[in-house]
């Protein structure tokens, strides 16, 4: 591989774009290509496989599984040998084994790299990958993470970094469920939302969405709930890693009793128009729910 590495960069929605655009900051010489028309200050080529021909390394940031192995298999035949495909899309584990696998019969190295930070952390080149693959395709994939995030740990073999993200993300649907509930029998039980945070983000109730992400405003660090739940993470992305993480449990035969009620209350909540709302949204989803009886 050359010194400086040329990357191609396929898929530049909202993570994508931010991401690439970090890469030509710090020097990089970049082609990017997406299917729908992008405004952008480095080089688009016309087909992914065209981005990807003269690349020594790939990266995609796609919106699902089939997308993802559907541009892979475009571009596979494309790399050369000994080249570097980094999939940071976040996907179902089966999909992401086919790439890894496609990807070594086409003699190229791979990864699947995740990330946690959101839009807003691939701005400011502050996400978290969390990285499947071959230790050697890691330490050569390293340079990048550490100019698109601030952190990247390599969890195992091919699929070990979607395993990882699918994990937390299923105990953060249970975490922020579980908050919302705690928070609403506290009000109706009449004591003030701070007096509960007080006391819980310092005890054994503590967690994320209590200490860091409060679902009540004017409570606790900075969170979505003090801007009318505008997201964050909307609710329709918490819901794509909880539905998941519910194939992956029943692909393997895992009961998650809890984690599947609570993928089914973030399809409820988007069901009742609260896609595009921050996640931490669910307490007032709950809020609005009758026991029953
Ligand atoms: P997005 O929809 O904004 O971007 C996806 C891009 O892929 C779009 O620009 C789309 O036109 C392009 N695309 C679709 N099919 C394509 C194809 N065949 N070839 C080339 N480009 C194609 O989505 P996003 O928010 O950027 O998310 C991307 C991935 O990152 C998803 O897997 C998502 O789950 C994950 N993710 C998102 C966030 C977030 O907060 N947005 C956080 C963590 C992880």
């Known amino acids: 591989m050359a010194p400086n590495p040329t990357i191609a960069f396929i898929g530049l929605g909202n993570m994508g774009l931010p991401m690439a655009a970090n890469l030509v900051k710090a020097g990089y010489s970049l082609v990017g290509f997406d299917t729908q028309p992008r405004q ?41 040998a000994g080249s570097l495909l980094i999939d940071c899309s976040t996907i179902d584990i089966e999909s992401a084994g086919a790439i ?4 070594k019969g086409a003699s190229v190295d791979c990864l699947d790299a995740p990330v946690s930070g959101g839009a807003g952390g691939a701005t400011a080149g502050t996400l978290t990958f969390m990285v499947g693959g071959e230790e050697q395709a890691f330490r050569r994939a390293e340079p990048l993470f550490q100019i698109m995030g601030s952190k990247a740990v390599h969890c195992g073999g091919p699929a ?42 310092t005890s054994s109730g503590s967690c994320w969405p209590v200490n860091a992400y409060c679902p ?51 399809e409820q909540m988007q069901r009742s128009g609260m896609g595009e709302m921050d996640f931490s949204a669910m307490i007032k989803y709950l809020a609005n729910q009758a026991r029953p009886h």
Do not use: C, W, Y
């Not at 496989?49 to 475009?74: C, E, R, W, Y």
């Not at 609710?235 to 809890?258: G, I, R, S």
């Open 216 to 266: 009540v405003p004017g409570v606790g660090p900075e969170s979505p709930a003090d801007r009318q739940f505008e997201p964050g993470f909307a609710t329709d992305l918490m819901l794509k890693d909880a539905l998941l993480a519910q194939q992956a449990a029943h692909a393997n035969e895992v009961a998650t009793p809890m984690a599947s009620q609570a993928a089914t209350l973030f």
């Open 40 to 80: 952008v200050d480095f080089p688009l080529a016309d087909t992914a496989a065209n981005a990807a021909d003269t690349a020594d390394i790939v990266v995609t940031m796609l919106p699902n599984g089939q997308i993802a192995k559907a541009v892979a298999d475009s571009v596979l035949p494309a790399m050369a």
């Open 100 to 103: 890894h696998a496609t990807a």
């Open 160 to 201: 070990a970094g979607q395993s990882v993200k699918i994990v937390n993300n299923m105990l953060l649907s249970t975490t922020m469920a579980g908050t919302g509930e705690a928070f609403n029998l506290g009000r109706k039980l009449g004591i003030d939302p701070q007096k509960l945070f007080d006391v819980m983000s």
